[in-house]
């Protein structure tokens, strides 16, 4: 049964990131050279998506915003 649940609670979460980046290419007008470029970018952008999540869900009485920008794709260097 927890299998069942974690399951059923990792596709509502990937299809929220997948509704996410999806938004994120219209919003910045993100266009890639390739299918394979793209998927790359995609898993940095859920990789920084979810870092971004975990740092407001213990960070609420930061004096700054962590949020969804322009460099999500990109890697943090």
Do not use: C, P
């Amino acid at each position: 049964m927890k299998y069942v649940v974690l399951f059923l609670l990792f596709g509502v979460t990937l299809s929220n990131l997948s509704s996410e980046w999806d938004k994120f290419k219209r919003d910045y007008n993100k266009h890639y050279a390739s299918t394979a470029e793209e998927n790359e970018r995609q898993q940095i952008f859920f990789e920084n998506v979810n870092r971004i999540r975990s740092y407001q869900q213990t960070h609420s009485g930061a004096t700054f915003a962590v949020e969804i920008n322009h460099l999500t794709d990109r890697r943090i260097e």
